[in-house]
């Protein structure tokens, strides 16, 4: 979220300057199916918007995990905790891997 003021595109256009460090912009759009806002770059401005403000710069994304790898981390270490042994039998092994596959989830929401 930004906490620049809204520019009406009649009074102005943004420039390269106004745009973050992925070039974009934040356009307010008023169309066919809703209003509301959205990112795109500062060249390209949408035809139903009405306004733009500047935001802010982007993460770093280079060491962050997703959801999903949060998700995967939580399984892994569960499951190895659990078993020890590499070799199991398939029945035990589909229940323990259901049984860490939603501990994982609940890990990873936790760490949000």
Same mark, same amino acid.
């Given at each position: ?8 595109? =009649?009074?102005?256009?943004?420039? *390269? ?6 070039? *974009?912009?934040?356009?307010? /759009?008023?169309?066919? /199916? ?9 060249? @390209?401005?949408? %035809? %139903?918007? =009405?306004?733009? #403000?500047? *935001?802010?710069?982007?993460?770093? =994304? ?14 892994? =270490? ?15 092994? *589909?229940?323990?891997? #259901? ?5 994982? /989830?609940?890990?990873? @929401?936790?760490?949000?």
């Amino acid at each position: 979220m930004s906490d620049h003021p809204w520019v009406p595109l =009649t009074e102005s256009k943004p420039t *390269e300057k106004h745009a973050n460090n992925d070039q *974009e912009v934040s356009y307010y /759009y008023v169309g066919e /199916y809703g209003k509301g806002n959205r990112s795109g770059h500062w060249q @390209r401005i949408p %035809d %139903d918007a =009405t306004h733009w #403000r500047m *935001e802010t710069d982007a993460p770093e =994304t280079s060491n962050a995990l997703t959801q999903k790898q949060l998700k995967e981390d939580g399984f892994k =270490t569960g499951f190895l905790e659990r078993f020890q042994n590499p070799i199991l039998e398939r029945s035990l092994a *589909e229940n323990e891997c #259901r049984f860490f596959y939603d501990l994982g /989830y609940s890990v990873a @929401r936790q760490s949000l």
